[in-house]
């Protein structure tokens, strides 16, 4: 594909020439478990559940004990500094961005986002600050607790890697995969970005802006400094195909006053994006030249909207349902059904994609200790039973060996007794506020399982656990509701109504804390 280069326009910091810049995922998913070697703290998300699998609500601080595990040494246990109860059905409590340190979490964004945990913080040792990955574990005394939660963070490197060259950037696989699929190693550079509204024939513009102290700034002189930077911009479409890849790089020098600046209020830059097959997202790479780190974060280059249906629209769903249960599913009528996109959708099923080793025997078990590479969104899941060689637009090449994590949220204004109906090839599991109804984890050909469940008027949790062994894939998802015909379960047709005096009827999918 033939690729353009990135106009970066100079702003706040930069002087004259070329500016640029790096931010933190504002999707959570792209870096969730990395370190800035300029922390004091360590923070981590953890999860904890009973012998039946059911959340433990009532961990206070003084039940849990922090242990570093350095290279052939004894574990050293650490004070635990902060802890918090994180309850996604409670507004007041949801997860605040932090503007420093960092955030190890435990699973993906999607489920992290959607799942009562706690979070705890630690100061770690001088020796948990050097580059490379460094363990972690926490005990509980608490009988019967099972505890899950990422038991590594990675801290960049700190100091120039001379090896590393990367003088042609037109032959650059490696910036060219951590744009528009993952980056192969862990990211620990810090980067915030948002889209900046423009005239419908003007490029997309972004402001994008690196967290003070996250590049390795060499030294030139005692009064001045160099950064020099390779940056990428990848554009996915509504169904999250690449439209374009963009790539340049910039070599800075900073003078002492530029450089005091910066470690105060980050290294801030507007960045021009050629406008080119509407794109939907841009997921811009960050590399540092002198240390080879990498930062990554997805921007939608407009603000998704919620989706409610109006009476209307509920009237013409109704009238579909026949037709909706009779037609041919090889081929989704939603073009963004399937597996998802990378798009987000408010409102939708966000599921957590990982790689798993080959030949792996089954889904994995807990997918809380697991790193996962990318999200994706969908409103319904209609994969057929196909082979996908390209694997998921946007997140893995892998037509194989591979899992997603799905969570979401759904409205139900008739109560009575559901019926779901889960096609898959391979492993599948399908959860409904917390109750596990359908489980088989083994590699099968596309399979076909049912189950009902009474459910009543409100809010209600969905996860679907999805495994992709060999060959063929097959994710078929429907719902027969009381009294109606069977159709695909999408999650439009159950949004909660546009009512403050509704939003106020819903029950907390978790009770909250006494």
Known sequence: MRSARLVLVATIVAASGNAFAAAKPCTEQSAPYTLHVTTREVAIDLLATDSHGNPVRDLQASDLTVFELPKGAKKLPRNI????????????????????????????????????????????????????????????????????????????????????????????????????VHAFMPLSIGLKARAIQTAATAPFRFALSIQPNSLGFASLT?????????????????????????HSSAERVLSASEYARIQ???????????????????????????????????????????????????????????????????????????????????????????????????????????????????????????????GIPGITSRPEWFAIDYHGKFWINEPGDYRFVLTADDGQKLMIDDQQLLYNDQIHTATTTSRSIHLSTGNHTIRVAYFQGPQRTALRLEVKPPGKALRLFDLRDF????????????EPVFPPQP
Not at 137 to 152: E, M, Q, T, W
Not at 233 to 243: E, S
Not at 372 to 383: T, W
């Open 495 to 506: 949004a909660a109504p546009n009512t403050e005096a509704a939003k106020a009827a819903i």
């Open 264 to 390: 105060s209020a980050g290294f801030s830059n507007l960045l021009d994006l050629p406008r080119k097959g509407d794109p939907a997202l841009v997921r811009f790479v960050i590399r540092d030249r002198e240390t080879g780190n990498l930062g990554s974060i997805d921007v939608p280059t407009a603000a998704p909207t919620e989706v409610h249906l109006s009476k209307e629209q509920e009237e013409a769903a109704k009238k579909f349902e026949a037709s909706q249960a009779k037609r041919n599913h090889t081929a989704p009528a939603d073009p963004s059904a399937g597996f998802g996109s990378v798009i987000p959708k408010p409102g939708a099923l966000c599921g957590d994609v990982y790689e798993l080793a080959e030949n792996t025997p089954r889904m994995p078990e807990n997918f809380w200790d697991l790193e996962p590479v990318g999200a994706i969104y969908a409103y319904a899941l209609d994969e057929a039973f196909q082979f996908v060689p390209n």
């Open 81 to 180: 500094s902060g802890f918090r109860i994180i309850d996604p059905s409670q507004s007041d409590d949801s997860p605040t961005e932090r503007s420093d340190g960092f955030h190890i979490t435990t699973g993906g964004g999607c489920a992290i986002s959607t799942t009562f945990h706690y979070q705890l913080a630690f100061q770690p040792t001088s020796a948990g600050f050097a580059s490379g990955y460094h363990e972690v574990a926490i005990a509980s005394s608490r009988p019967k607790v099972h505890l899950s939660f990422h038991h590594r963070y990675y801290v960049g490197e700190t100091i120039a890697a001379t090896q590393r060259v990367h003088n042609n950037l037109n032959s650059d696989a490696e910036l060219q995969q951590a744009a528009c």
């Open 222 to 246: 005692d009064d001045t400094r160099r950064v020099h930077l390779d940056y990428a911009a990848c554009a996915f479409d509504q169904q999250g195909r690449t439209v374009s890849y963009n």
